[in-house]
């Protein structure tokens, strides 16, 4: 169950912790402040959940003009499709309103590039290599050229490599 806590602007009332929208809608509308004015305003902070989720809201920015959606997504994607939506947003420039089926973005779960310079050998990307020959490749030079489409982020404890396209 992820736990998120919304802080009050107004000073003078005080915060609580919600589970769900409606368990936010519930509380903010009971909320005053220490003049019994209705508080308005409040800063939505992502509390305890999984690592994914915690990348998650900060990628999706959470707030009270969208806490509605996310409650909805985190429910409703995986963790590859959070992945996807976390990479596109925080690097590659994304809106928060993009759908992580739609994007083209390549994402590896290998920690340098020049292990992923020996799966595109391995998998023939640079063609048929013969195995006598493979062994004199430079996957150090094969990496360095991979550094101009691809990236390393760390998301959720895992480091990945990415290309966006």
């Keep these: 169950m992820t736990t998120f806590y919304a802080q009050p602007y107004d000073i003078s009332a005080a915060g609580f912790y919600f589970e769900s929208f409606d368990d936010y ?6 909320a005053r402040n220490d003049y019994g004015q209705p508080v308005e305003e409040f800063e939505l902070q992502f ?3 999984a690592d994914i989720d915690a990348a998650f809201a900060e990628a999706f920015g959470i707030n009270q003009a969208n806490i509605a959606r996310f409650i909805a997504l985190a429910d409703e994607w995986d963790a590859d499709q959070k992945t996807r939506f976390i990479i596109a ?3 590659c420039g994304y809106n928060s309103d993009c759908d992580p089926d739609d994007l083209d973005i390549g994402i590896y779960d290998i920690e340098c590039l020049t292990e992923l310079a020996r799966q595109f050998v391995d998998e023939g990307l640079f063609g048929d290599i013969p195995e006598r020959i493979a062994s004199y490749l430079d996957y150090d030079a094969i990496a360095r050229d991979l550094s101009f489409d691809y990236a390393i982020t760390t998301v959720a404890g895992r480091r990945l490599t990415y290309r966006c396209a």
Aim: proline share 0%; hydrophobic share 40%.
């Design 25 to 30: 809608q519930a509380k903010a509308s009971l």
């Design 47 to 49: 509390i305890d959940g």
């Design 89 to 91: 947003v925080g690097e």
